[in-house]
């Protein structure tokens, strides 16, 4: 059910795809909401209220009311829960379909994103920071092209989005890590 009058939302973060998401669930769901613009590594992650609002001093952060929620995939979800019920940007809960929604967002989020695209990222494109890490880097292209394939045989059939005909937040989640490590 979609709340008749949606609490004050606010969302923090810019210029990442972690942050593309939830920037695109709101825009998918035609929900207004205050854009706080910040960005990794500016040093506005470090400050007294932005470490209040999120201690891990990262981006995206969505504030709801009283509510604050970290973590790209986590506020897609929870937007499509509490504010698109009749959108299907995510499957209603308790239900198949439900199942295998979360079953290709944990896929994309672990197998994608995590193990593979964000060691690539720190190593690679953040190597001042992370160091550098060749053998790290060559094992993370190799296991993101064998989950990608993953991905390209379950589309083989045709379908336009993940779970068929209805576009869901997993299709977001995948199409911004679809670039793969060559981003």
Known sequence: MTPANPSKLT????????TMRP????????????????????GELQTAHFRALNPREKVPVLQDGDLTLVESAAIVNYLGDNYGADSGLTPAPAT??????????????????????????KHAGLSELYGEAP???????????????????????????????????????????????ES
């Open 96 to 121: 198949r379909a439900r199942a295998g929604y979360d079953q290709w967002c944990f896929f994309i989020m672990m197998e994608l994103d995590a193990h593979t695209l964000y060691v690539i990222r």
């Open 135 to 181: 053998a790290a880097i060559r094992a993370a292209e190799e296991g993101f092209r064998k989950q990608a394939h993953v991905v390209d045989l379950e589309l083989e059939d045709g379908r336009p989005f993940l779970l068929g005909d209805t576009f869901t937040g997993a299709d977001i989640l995948l199409t911004t890590c679809s670039t793969g490590p």
């Open 23 to 42: 920037h695109w669930a709101l825009h998918e769901l035609r929900l207004d909401y205050e854009k706080q613009m910040v960005t990794p590594r500016s």
């Open 11 to 18: 969302l923090w973060g810019a210029s990442t795809t972690r």
